[in-house]
């Protein structure tokens, strides 16, 4: 019979069936008119705005079917409250309190939401279900606590399983390293130790004062690798002098656009290599083109194809200089990543401890290197330490050559004196030579006018003519 109802009613009010908790002997559905339930429907909206406008709204008393009346439920208690009550909703709502009525009245049972499964099973007098104590079986290297003093009286167990080891896989990237050390022969340091010179910059960054060392190791090794050679025999169109005007025009460029020293040195070290790899006949050409090149990888702003062709004067296109510029960097291959006689400059500078004027004497020789083709068969290393070591002569600076310069130098000083004699020479004429870029460049102030201190002519012999020659 039971049965029977709530088939007809789920068929009559399209409800889903309620959830098991509830016996079918206590659901009794009655028909209602639609006249009840339309008034229904209004006496709960009405109840819904006055809820929204914060007054505590109560269901008026009415009769059940015994004609009792029952106690006042507060409309807080009904779930979706907020939400519009709609024909279904009123229903819905009706069958509820039948339900509740007819519960009430055969069984003494009180009021259950079907919401509410947990708060329906001890009414019905069920006890909760309560999860019976696990028993973990601690595997093999685990450590059991126990804690006798929890709030219930019973024991609490905790398994705690030693953190294993990391497992550190070698990446390729360290294994490339490690490979490269070993085939540079640099070893490998665990305590790094800084030397007293880097100490000043131990908190800069950008010093990188733990790879200081390694790098300049490195450097050295590098050095000798792309570096021009003696290439005069193979142009027959250029000479050492043709060079030199094209260095002194270069610097003049270098200066009037405020260039980076790193672009000057990259620039002359281009221009070589090229020359030492293929014939030339336009060496102005190639000069501009290896600027252009330096300018690109060394500063941020680099000059535009129509400026150099305004400093030549209009003697080349803009097609010649492209032309000219993919030329260049197809003969080397790329390979612009080269340590400079300016890396080695700057670390033995600072090695020297020199003061301002010192070190605008060294830039100052270093350059007048530059037009010097027979510098070429030294390396990059050598010539900055002869720098260092001739402007120390030129100053009068006393030791001439320290233990600090020769430890980081890797050179004695006997072995710089045919370099630095170069340098005194190419010193020793800059006044009267009609290349003078270089040499009204360090008159400036901004440069300390190092360029008026005579030279060190101590380092050579001076000949009855007047002229300077190698002891």
């Known amino acids: ?49 006055q809820q929204q406008r914060g007054g505590a709204v109560e269901k008026q008393k009415a009769p059940n079917a015994k004609g009792e009346v029952k106690s006042r439920i507060t409309l807080n208690s009904i779930e979706n409250v907020n939400s519009p009550i709609s024909r279904f909703g009123a229903k819905t709502f009706a069958i509820t309190m039948e339900t509740q009525a007819v519960a009430t009245a055969s069984n003494n049972l009180p009021v259950m939401f079907p919401s509410d499964k947990q708060a329906a099973q001890p009414m019905l007098g069920q006890k909760p279900a309560t999860k019976k104590p696990v028993k973990l079986v601690p595997e093999q290297n685990e450590n059991i606590n126990l804690d006798t003093n929890s709030d219930d009286g019973t024991k609490q167990m905790s398994i705690s399983v030693p953190r294993t080891k990391m497992r550190r896989d070698h990446s390729l990237t360290s294994v490339l390293l490690a490979r490269s050390k070993v085939a540079c022969s640099i070893s490998e340091k665990s305590n790094p130790e800084i030397d007293e010179i880097d100490l000043p910059d131990i908190f800069n960054h950008l010093a990188v004062v733990e790879y200081v060392q390694d790098l300049y190791t490195f450097y050295k090794q590098q050095q000798h690798v792309g570096r021009p050679i003696d290439y005069m025999e193979k142009q027959p169109h250029i000479n050492p002098k043709m060079r030199a005007i094209l260095v002194d025009w270069i ?217 300077p020659s190698s002891s």
């Not at 659901?27 to 008034?39: A, G, I, P």
């Not at 006689?341 to 010192?358: G, H, I, N, P």
């Not at 900055?384 to 001439?400: D, E, I, N, W």
């Not at 800059?430 to 190092?450: D, R």
């Open 251 to 467: 610097t003049d460029v270098h200066l009037r656009y405020n260039l980076l020293p790193e672009t000057l040195y990259l620039t002359i070290y281009i221009i070589d290599r090229y020359l030492s790899l293929d014939g030339v006949k336009r060496l102005q050409l190639v000069g501009m083109c290896a600027l252009l090149i330096a300018c690109k990888y060394e500063e941020l702003r680099a000059p535009r194809v129509s400026d150099l062709i305004y400093i030549a004067f209009n003697k080349y296109t803009r097609e010649e200089i492209l032309g000219m510029e993919k030329t260049i960097l197809n003969k080397l291959e790329w390979y612009l990543t080269v340590p400079t006689t300016y890396m080695f400059l700057v670390r033995f500078v600072k090695v020297a401890k020199a003061d301002q004027e010192l070190e605008h004497m060294i830039y100052f020789l270093a350059e007048l290197g530059l037009m010097q083709y027979d510098l070429i068969k030294y390396c990059p290393s050598m010539v900055a330490a002869s720098a260092v070591y001739t402007a120390r002569c030129t100053l009068g600076k006393s030791p001439l050559w320290t233990n600090a310069l020769e430890r980081h130098t890797s050179f004695f000083e006997p072995q710089l004196l045919e370099c630095a004699q170069v340098l005194v020479k190419a010193h020793w004429t800059a006044p009267g030579s009609k290349l003078k870029a270089i040499y009204q460049k360090y008159l400036l102030q901004q440069f300390g006018g190092v360029a008026r201190y005579p030279a060190a002519m101590s380092l050579i012999e001076v000949s009855n003519s007047g002229e």
């Open 1 to 49: 019979m039971a049965a029977n109802l709530e088939r007809q009613a789920e068929e009559k009010l399209r409800l889903r069936p309620l959830p098991d908790i509830f016996s079918t002997k206590f659901l009794r559905f009655s028909k209602r008119k639609d006249k009840e339930m339309d008034s229904m429907v209004t006496t709960n909206q009405s109840m819904v705005m």
